[in-house]
């Protein structure tokens, strides 16, 4: 890279940054694209949008160079481009930043940066010093504070995404590709992140967004594109859409209310009482959750609510403090114990914490329930498989067949297998963390019908989220939390966003 490089100005192009014509991927026994449009400009946010399946990974990662295309043609600033691997598209002008960070923690956020051609003298010797200094030019053009000599393993997440941008503009990329880039984001992160998409766009480069958060879309998109069963269905400016033509557009249906409220406003007896609760991170930590009710928490990262989920549930280790099950103490503290007291949680990473992923259905179902359908020592699988289906055909899963493995359906239709799996335990509470995130929209309203279905049935529902929509949408009650306390619990009917804000910075 020219030593000037971090501070020349990018050139915007008179015409598309990308084209990519009638592409077609296909794999064994599944068509993933067929015949998809995507023209990106110069300048301008592009949101990529649809359910868990519509297509969205595939078309990126043939953008990334990962896969190779079957049919179609891809022209980078009109001129036709073979890309036939991530290096193809880093030449090409392509930087991927991927839900899952591409970095070396071990390794300076400097030597991150360079990774792929570090500056080096007439000896062949790297440049350190160099690398440094250009490093801080390109943070400087971003807006943002990041020092080049820490390592990136030390960094938070949205720092590391800044590290993965300030690599676009090292190689001077004309097209920048964002998946999912807030899942794991404070709203104080999204600001700062937006702001340096904007920076982006200043500089004459294409940022394609791919999200399923329809809030984030409207705030920074110019123009969307919709994918469904890997087909192309829209591309409208942003504001010829609603957010319900854009939801209509995604799943193929109208969804009227996206948070349904179908049970009573009556709510009964506390069923899980926490009196005085700490932990290494939590603090002196009291609260109560009644049948038939969704007491949400809200709280910014950091602030505790997942290792509260984890504690009242008996995974993790308390220090002092009480918890109450239907009025029996948590005693001995531990999973064992909770489960036999009626409390399951739906934990926040499902695929390294909540499923078997090379299992199938069936199994992944009736995990907690096993000992219910064993006699003499041995499974019933009868009457395990008829338990099962009653499931997954009350929850509406969708899958081939139970002994499809996990691993192969959606997002979606996991976390609905997660759930059946603790209800056919019998449960009184049901904690759910982050219930929705990697979710599509469509999936989202089902999961979103689910919980108030299983409040009405007399279940407590306690739900840690960050998302602020479905926390206003579905709780009954509000408990807001900052830096392992518990700041602020309010009635649905009071709660507005900015005073939820405001207790999660107290």
Do not use: C
Not at 59 to 66: S, T
Request: aromatic share 4%.
């Amino acid at each position: 890279m020219p030593a000037d490089a971090a501070t020349a100005a990018v050139v915007r192009p008179a015409g598309p940054a990308l084209e990519m014509a009638g592409i077609g991927k296909r794999f064994p026994g599944v068509l993933a694209l067929e015949n998809v449009d995507l023209t990106l400009e110069p300048g301008k946010v592009h949101a990529l949008m649809g359910e868990n399946g519509a297509g969205k990974s595939t078309l990126i990662k043939i953008l990334a160079g990962v896969y190779q295309r079957d049919a179609g043609t891809v022209r980078i600033g009109g001129a036709e481009a073979d890309l036939r691997s991530p290096r193809d598209a880093l030449r090409a002008g392509i930087k991927v930043v991927f839900q899952e960070i591409a970095l070396i923690s071990e390794f300076t956020v400097a030597e991150n940066i360079f990774l792929e051609e570090y500056p080096v003298n007439g000896l062949g010797s790297i440049r350190w010093s160099t690398i440094r200094k250009e490093a801080a030019a390109l943070f400087a053009r971003l807006g943002f504070d990041v020092d080049p000599a820490a390592k990136v393993g030390q960094l938070p997440v949205s720092q590391q995404q800044m590290v993965e941008i300030a690599r676009a503009l090292a190689h001077e990329a004309r097209i920048v590709v964002m998946d999912e880039p807030t899942s794991s984001l404070t709203p104080n992160e999204v600001a700062l992140l937006f702001t340096v998409i904007r920076r982006l766009t200043g500089l004459g480069i294409a940022v394609l967004y791919v999200t399923h958060k329809l809030d984030e879309v409207f705030e920074i998109a110019d123009t969307v594109t919709v994918l469904r069963d890997g087909r192309h269905i829209s591309t409208r400016p942003i504001g010829a859409h609603t957010h319900e033509s854009l939801i209509q557009d995604m799943i193929g249906r109208k969804i009227d209310n996206l948070f349904p409220r179908e049970r009573g406003a009556a709510r009964g007896d506390v069923v899980v009482k926490v009196e005085g609760l700490s932990t290494d991170k939590l603090k002196d930590v009291s609260f109560e959750a009644k049948a038939g009710e969704v007491l949400g928490f809200f709280g910014l990262m950091g602030a505790g609510r997942t290792e509260l989920a984890k504690a009242i549930v008996g995974f993790d280790p308390i220090r002092t403090g009480r918890i109450s099950i239907g009025g029996t103490p948590l005693v001995p503290h531990n999973t064992r114990t909770g489960v036999a007291l009626g409390i399951g949680l739906l934990t926040e990473d499902r695929k390294s914490e909540g499923l078997m992923l090379e299992l199938p259905v069936l199994q992944n179902t009736s995990l907690a329930a096993l000992e219910d359908f064993a006699r003499a020592g041995f499974v019933d699988e009868g009457r395990e498989r008829s338990a099962v289906q009653q499931f997954v055909d009350r929850f509406r899963v969708k899958t081939p067949s139970l002994n499809q493995q996990i691993k192969n359906l959606s997002g979606g239709n996991q976390q609905k297998v997660l759930l059946a799996r603790w209800l056919m335990r019998g449960l009184k509470v049901i904690v759910v963390d982050e219930p929705t995130r990697g979710i599509d929209v469509g999936a989202k309203s089902e999961i979103f019908a689910l919980i108030d279905r299983l409040a009405g049935e007399g279940l407590a529902v306690i739900m840690m989220t960050s998302e602020m929509p479905e926390l206003l949408g579905l709780s009954d009650r509000i408990a807001v939390m900052a830096e392992g306390r518990i700041t602020a619990v309010m009635d649905r009917e009071g709660a507005t966003q900015e005073a939820i804000l405001n207790a999660a910075i107290a």
